[in-house]
């Protein structure tokens, strides 16, 4: 809960921890500023002091853990924020932090937090969660072995997400390349398009509903991520034959848009243009998801604010705005021999990322199974070697 105004004249206005800031992996980020109203003695109740481990209560984040390395001077803390502190001689906040990463990975946090509505991993969850605890020199040198482990893998997956992020922006770079000669000239794109609003009527019943995605263009809504639930009666939707363009006229200028696959009907918020003469709609829909041509839509985006601020309410791209557009439209022969390569780019591109995907995602479960292992003794740290019995190096420390 956010104290917004100040409840006595002696209340001090501080910083606060929030959900927001304790990210996955254990990690605590940088998130925007926001302050609220504290009691003096509620400020220093809810001090966060180097050593400490924080855990996310509830949310879509529940179960998540960070460490306070240094004390956060002036701070206070949410009540959605549970605050660990260690006791002296008897635990360490870094192995504490990732037993709680583990508990996470292994779903023994989303067992105790269980409910019939929203999960909530309490205070008094967190304090009855049973683990095991060596004493506390063991329990530095476990978190001194994975921090080296982990910063080293962590390392690995930046690197494999710059590369992926080079690659998108060669690849978007080569396409804008190829797109912007043909932008802005020729004939206005009402030459080429037709806005159809044709509805759907009896054939509701039988046709795919059509979803629009800035990541993926047009595709069938029970293939696509989308969870927004459609109308009952589906009847007014507009028809959109295979090879039409449908626009997401709100989400324009974002790139949403994309040819359909196949018969189906979509929203009759969504805009559908059908072609007038002979072009290849595939080829036109890649020029028009491209870079470029994405920048002249958001430029004549009408709402209210401006797209470059983020604060357009209510932003939509009219139909007549996006015909007026000019585009020079090669010969069919150009056009299909430029799909051909675009598409043979595309599917190299999305082999490499693929491939740099795979390879985050193995090392994410290394990181995992790592943690786990090390926090429940099966990992001597002096040497990162498994135990053959675990038991013996329990005892021993």
């Given amino acids: 809960m956010v104290q917004p105004s100040p409840a006595s004249t002696s209340d001090v206005e501080a910083q606060y921890l929030r959900a927001a800031h304790v990210q996955p992996e254990g990690r605590l980020a940088d998130a925007e500023e ?7 003695q509620e400020l220093r109740d809810l001090k966060l002091a180097s050593r400490d481990v924080v855990v996310v209560e509830g949310g879509a984040g529940y179960g998540r853990s960070a460490y306070i390395a240094s004390p956060m001077e ?13 006791r002296p001689g008897l635990s360490e906040g870094r192995f504490l932090n990732y037993v709680f990463q583990s508990l996470l990975f292994t779903g023994e946090t989303a067992l105790a937090a269980s409910v019939a509505t929203i999960p909530h991993y309490t205070a008094d969850k967190v304090g009855a969660t049973r683990h095991w605890m060596p004493n506390v020199e063991a329990q530095g040198l476990i ?22 992020a080079r690659i998108r922006e060669h ?8 797109v912007l000669p043909l932008l802005l000239e020729g004939a206005r794109l009402k030459k080429i398009l037709r806005e159809s609003d044709e ?14 995605s800035v990541d993926w263009g047009v595709q069938r809504r029970d293939e696509s991520a989308v969870n927004q639930a459609a109308s009952d009666n589906l009847s007014h939707y507009k028809l959109a034959r ?19 696959p196949a018969d189906g009907i979509v929203s009759p918020d969504y805009s559908v243009f059908r072609p007038r003469q002979a072009v290849l709609t595939e080829w036109l829909s890649l020029v028009m998801r491209s870079g470029p041509f994405v920048a002249v839509m958001a430029s004549r985006i009408r709402g209210i604010g401006s797209v470059d601020s983020g604060q357009v309410r209510t932003p939509r791209l009219n139909a007549r705005d996006l015909l007026d557009i000019r585009l020079r439209i090669p010969n069919t022969c150009e056009q299909a021999r430029s799909l051909e390569e675009w598409n043979r780019t595309d599917k190299q591109i999305g082999d490499l990322i693929n491939s740099a995907s795979e390879v985050v995602r193995l090392l994410r479960e290394r990181r995992e199974a790592l943690i786990t292992a090390a926090v429940t003794g099966r990992i001597d740290p002096a040497t990162g070697v498994e135990q053959t019995d675990p038991a013996t190096y329990k005892e021993a420390s």
Avoid at 34 to 40: A, I, R
């Fill in 34 to 40: 926001k302050t609220m109203w504290f009691s003096p």
């Fill in 74 to 86: 002036g701070w206070g803390y949410q009540n959605s924020i549970i605050r660990v502190r260690p």
């Fill in 143 to 164: 978190a001194d072995f994975l921090d080296r482990e982990t910063a080293q893998i962590d390392a690995m997956i930046e690197a494999q997400e710059e590369l992926t």
């Fill in 171 to 178: 690849h978007a770079a080569s396409r804008a390349h190829a």
């Fill in 199 to 212: 509805r759907a009527r009896t054939r509701a019943e039988s046709l795919p509903l059509l979803s629009v």
């Fill in 242 to 260: 295979e090879g039409d363009i449908v626009l997401n006229r709100m989400r324009a200028f974002q790139g949403a848009l994309g040819r359909a």
